[in-house]
């Protein structure tokens, strides 16, 4: 009997960040992909055996978290750079997801957003480790999309 696999939870570990359509260096690790609905409580007069929970705006509580090896790119370092100096530049971008044979399967997408926190690498000379630097994005959203 031949094994459906076609509803195995795709992993995690094979993805891509796109940032304005290009495709952003190699990146270890993405964080902060999280939506919530505010909840407002209603008590309706005469209705004393529940409370109305009404759905509010849609909130983003965590910037994305973006982490890969340091490369001589620099866009990302000249992006930050801006922000210092006040030209705040709101890029929209994409974490995609793909499956083990380099297949595009989900996509976020996220809008407008810009640095907001930058963090270089640590260094120890006893560590054979990638040097790996971490920069904060704030955003107006997200959207996804499977494939």
Do not use: C
């Not at 907001?116 to 120890?124: E, I």
Request: charged content about 25%; glycine content about 8%.
């Amino acid at each position: 009997m031949a094994v459906n696999r076609s509803n195995d939870p795709f992993l995690g570990f094979k993805f891509v960040v796109e940032i304005n359509g290009l495709r952003i260096g190699a990146f270890s690790e993405v964080t902060g992909l999280q939506v919530e609905i505010e909840v407002h409580d209603y008590r309706e007069g005469g209705v004393n055996d529940f409370v109305h929970k009404l759905a509010g705006p849609a909130r983003y509580p965590t910037n994305l978290v973006l982490k890969h090896g340091l490369m001589d790119s620099v866009e990302l370092w000249d992006w930050i750079q801006d922000t210092v100096q006040g030209k705040i530049i709101r890029r929209n971008g994409s974490i995609v997801l793909q499956d083990s044979a380099g297949k595009t399967r989900w996509r976020w997408n996220f809008k407008a957003a810009y640095p907001v926190k930058w963090s270089g690498p640590d260094m120890r000379a006893a560590a054979a480790e990638v040097a790996v630097e971490t920069l904060e994005l704030a955003h107006r959203g997200l959207t996804t999309q499977p494939i």
